[in-house]
C-alpha cells in the first residue's frame, strides 16, 4: 500500500505532499481507497459527503444487530505535508482487515474502512470537513461557498471532481451505521519516544479553532512615501504575531501565525491589505479566548472566527477498555484535530490509538513513524476491532 501511495502529490523539490480535497491527486487517493477496498471484495459507498467507506459485511446488517466499528482517516495533507497524517490511519486499517481474515475472526458486526474528505481543510480554510458535514454542524450552504486561494468555491470544486455538492449535510442514514470509531493516527509529538510503548491511547483533544484577520491599509510607493505618511497593515500583522506568542506564554497555549496572504505582494509597494491566519489551542476554551482577543487587540482588528473545536474526551469506557486491551498501552491528550473528535463530540463511541514518532515532527516531510511501530500499531488495531466485533463463531 505504501509503495502505491508514496508518489501521489509527492512534490519533487520539498518531498512533501500536496493532497488537497478535491483535485486531480485527490481523485488519485479515492481510487486508490477504491482499488483496495475492490481488491478485498468490501463493498465501496460514497457518502452524501465525500466521504468513502469500504464494508466488510452488511452495513445495515448485522448478526447481534450491533452497529458498524469504523476504523479509518483521511488521505488528504496540509500543504508539504508528511507521508503518515491520515495515511497511516488508512493503510493500518485495510493491514487490519486482513490480520483479522488471515487469523480467521469472522466478526459479528459489520466493519468499515472509511477515508474522510478534507480533513487538514488545507484548500477552503475549514478543517473535518467530511465528518463535520456528516455530523451535521457544518452548514452545507457555507461549505459549498467557501472559497479556495484561486477563488474557486467548494461546490465548484466537488463537481468538477465528481462529486455532487447538491446533497451536503447531516447525514443520519450514514450516521445510523456506525457503532463506534476507532482512529489510529502518527503521533504528533514527542509522547512516546521515552516510553516503552510503541502506541498510545487518545484521552481527548484540546479546544482549539482558526481565525482569520484582515488588516486594510493604503497602497503607495516604497521609495517616496515618507514613513510618516503610510498606512502599512504589515506593522499590524507583526504586532499581532508577537501578541500572539506572549498571550499563548502567559496562558499555556499555542497560537501560530502560520498562513498570510499580502496584496498587491510586491516588493516595492506598501501593502494595501494583509490577510493573516491565526489558529489557537489550549487545555481549556477560556485561554483560547484570551489568546484571540489579545491578538485581535494587537493587530486593531476583530478576528473572524472560521472554525471551532470545542474540547473531546474520548469515551471513557471505551478508552479504559482499549488502553487495557493494548496492556496498560499510555495515555495521551493531544492538541491535533481529527475527524474522530467530531464524531465524538456528536455522540459516537469514539477511540484513538497513537503510533509512535521518533521526532515528534508533523504537518512536515519530516514526519515519521518506524516500520516495527506501525507493524505494533497494526497488531494493537486488529486486537481492538476483534475485541469490539466480536466473533460470530464464539
Ligand atoms: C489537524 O491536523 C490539525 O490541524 O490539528
Ligand atoms: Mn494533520
Ligand atoms: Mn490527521
Known amino acids: 500500500m505504501w509503495d502505491d501511495l508514496r508518489p501521489v502529490g509527492r512534490h519533487e523539490a520539498t518531498g512533501g505532499y500536496r493532497r488537497s480535497a ?5 481523485r488519485t487517493l479515492r481510487e486508490w481507497f477504491a482499488g483496495e477496498a475492490a481488491a478485498r471484495g468490501m463493498d465501496l459507498t460514497v457518502d452524501r459527503n465525500g466521504n468513502q467507506w469500504a464494508w466488510w459485511g452488511d452495513p445495515d446488517r448485522s448478526e447481534r444487530g450491533g452497529r458498524a466499528v469504523v476504523t479509518g482517516s483521511h488521505l488528504d495533507s496540509v500543504p508539504d505535508g508528511g507521508a ?3 495515511p497511516l490511519g488508512v493503510v493500518s486499517a485495510f493491514a487490519a482487515v486482513d490480520r483479522l481474515r488471515a487469523d480467521g475472526h469472522e466478526p459479528a458486526r459489520p466493519v468499515a474502512v472509511v477515508s474522510f474528505a478534507d480533513e487538514e481543510g488545507a484548500r477552503f480554510g475549514v478543517p473535518c470537513v467530511g465528518s463535520r458535514l456528516l455530523t451535521g454542524v457544518l452548514d452545507p450552504d457555507r461549505a459549498r461557498g ?3 486561494a484561486d477563488g474557486a468555491t467548494m461546490a465548484d470544486a466537488m463537481r468538477s471532481a465528481g462529486h455532487d455538492p447538491a446533497h451536503l449535510g447531516r447525514d443520519d442514514d450514514t450516521l445510523a451505521r456506525i457503532g463506534s470509531y476507532v482512529e489510529l493516527h502518527v503521533e504528533q509529538g514527542r509522547a512516546l519516544v521515552d516510553q516503552p510503548a510503541a502506541v498510545g491511547v487518545g484521552h481527548g483533544i484540546w479546544p482549539h479553532g482558526r481565525w482569520r484577520l484582515d488588516l486594510r491599509g493604503e497602497a503607495n510607493h516604497a521609495g517616496t512615501t515618507r514613513l510618516a ?9 507583526a504586532s499581532a504575531v508577537l501578541a ?9 497555549a499555542v497560537a501560530t501565525v502560520g498562513k498570510v496572504e ?7 509597494a506598501v501593502p494595501s491589505l494583509v490577510r493573516a491566519w491565526l489558529d489557537v489551542r489550549a487545555a481549556d476554551e477560556a485561554s483560547v479566548r484570551a489568546v484571540v482577543a489579545a491578538v485581535g487587540a494587537a493587530a486593531a482588528a476583530d478576528p473572524a472566527e472560521e472554525s ?3 474540547e473531546v474526551v474520548f469515551d471513557e469506557s471505551l478508552r479504559d477498555a482499549v488502553a487495557a486491551l493494548l496492556g496498560g498501552a499510555p495515555v495521551l491528550p493531544t492538541a491535533a484535530g481529527h475527524d474522530a473528535g467530531i464524531l465524538a463530540a456528536a455522540g459516537v463511541p469514539t477511540a484513538m490509538l497513537f503510533v509512535r514518532n521518533p ?11 518506524e516500520r516495527e511501530d506501525c507493524l505494533a500499531g497494526v497488531d494493537a488495531l486488529a486486537a481492538v476491532l476483534a475485541d469490539l466485533t466480536g466473533d460470530r463463531q464464539r
Open 146 to 148: 467557501l472559497r479556495d
Open 359 to 369: 521526532t515528534g515532527v508533523s504537518h512536515s516531510p519530516a514526519e515519521h513513524a
Open 229 to 237: 505618511d503610510r498606512d502599512d497593515p504589515t506593522l499590524r500583522l
Open 244 to 252: 500572539a506568542r506572549t498571550a499563548a506564554e502567559q496562558v499555556g
Open 22 to 26: 478535491w483535485t486531480g491527486t485527490d
Open 308 to 310: 471551532w473545536s470545542p
Open 84 to 86: 503518515f497524517d491520515g
Open 262 to 268: 499580502v496584496a498587491p505582494n510586491s516588493t516595492n
